[in-house]
C-alpha cells in the first residue's frame, strides 16, 4: 500500500507545485508521516521532480510558450547549482538550512508584491540580472529544495516573464537542478528507486494535468496562488524551526 500513497503524494504535490511551486511542502512532510529516512525522502522526491518537470517543459515547449534558445541561458546555471547544493547538503545543519530557507522565502513573497513598471507580463526573453538568482535557487534545490519552484515562479514574474513561459523555465531549471542532485544522490548511496519510482510516476501524473489546465486561469488566480503558497510555506519553515522537527 505504500507505493499507492507515494503515487497519490506526487499527483497532489505536482499538481500545486506546477501551477503555483511549493510542491514540496507537500510530499516531503507526507513522506515523513510515513515513517521514511529522510535522505531517501529528499533523493526520491529530487527523482520524481527531475521526471516529472522534463515532462511538463516539454509539453510547453512543443506548444511554443517559450523559446527553447532562452531556457538554455538558464539550465547550465541551474545543473551547476543543483551539483553543488546537493554536495553542500551534507556540510549543512538542519536549522541553518530551514533559516536560509525561510528567509528565501520572505523574499520571494515581497517581490510577488512589487509592482511592475511597463510590463504585461508578455515577455518570454530572460534578463542577465536573473541569471544569478537561478544559480542560487539552483543550489538550493539541490540541498534541499521545499519552495525553489515558489522562488523561481516569483523571480520570472517579476522580470516581466509570461505565466506560461514562468512555468516552462521553472520546470525546466528544475529537471536540471534535480538532475544535478540525483547524480549525487545517487552515488552517495540515499537514492532508494522503490520509493522514488511510486513517487514519480504520480508526479508525471499530476504535472501533465497541471500544464493542461494552465491557460485557463486568470492573473489574479496565479497571483493569488503564488503569494498563498509563498505564505504557507513560511509559516511552515518557522514551525519547523521552533519545534525542531523535520
Not at 75 to 100: D, E, H, N, R, V
Request: charged share 10%.
Amino acid at each position: 500500500m505504500e507505493w499507492l500513497w507515494l503515487f497519490g503524494i506526487g499527483i497532489v504535490a505536482t499538481f500545486i507545485g506546477t501551477l503555483s511551486g511549493s510542491g514540496g511542502l507537500i510530499n516531503v512532510p507526507a513522506m515523513i508521516l510515513l515513517g521514511l529516512p529522510i535522505h531517501s525522502i529528499i533523493s526520491a522526491n529530487k527523482f520524481s521532480n527531475m521526471l516529472s518537470s522534463f515532462s511538463s517543459f516539454y509539453v510547453l515547449l512543443r506548444r511554443k510558450e517559450l523559446a527553447f534558445k532562452e531556457a538554455m541561458k538558464t539550465g547550465p546555471i541551474a545543473l551547476a547549482g543543483g551539483i553543488l547544493g546537493g554536495l553542500f547538503a551534507s556540510s549543512l545543519s538542519q536549522q541553518s538550512l530551514q533559516l536560509f530557507a525561510g528567509g528565501m522565502l520572505i523574499v520571494a513573497l515581497g517581490l510577488s508584491f512589487l509592482k511592475k513598471k511597463k510590463t504585461n507580463y508578455s515577455s518570454r526573453i530572460v534578463p542577465s540580472r536573473a541569471l544569478p538568482f537561478v544559480g542560487v535557487i539552483g543550489w538550493y534545490d539541490g540541498t534541499f529544495g521545499p519552495g525553489q519552484a515558489t522562488l523561481q515562479m516569483n523571480l520570472f514574474r517579476h522580470v516581466g516573464i509570461s505565466y506560461l513561459a514562468s512555468i516552462g523555465l521553472t520546470r525546466f531549471n528544475t529537471f536540471l537542478s534535480c538532475t544535478g542532485a540525483v547524480v549525487v544522490y545517487f552515488f552517495s548511496g540515499h537514492l532508494n528507486m522503490m520509493i522514488a519510482i511510486p513517487l514519480a510516476i504520480g508526479s508525471i501524473t499530476g504535472a501533465q494535468i497541471s500544464v493542461r489546465i494552465a491557460d485557463k486561469l486568470t492573473l489574479g488566480q496565479v497571483n493569488w496562488l503564488l503569494r498563498s503558497m509563498t505564505i504557507l510555506l513560511i509559516f511552515q519553515v518557522c514551525y519547523s524551526i521552533f519545534t525542531k522537527q523535520f
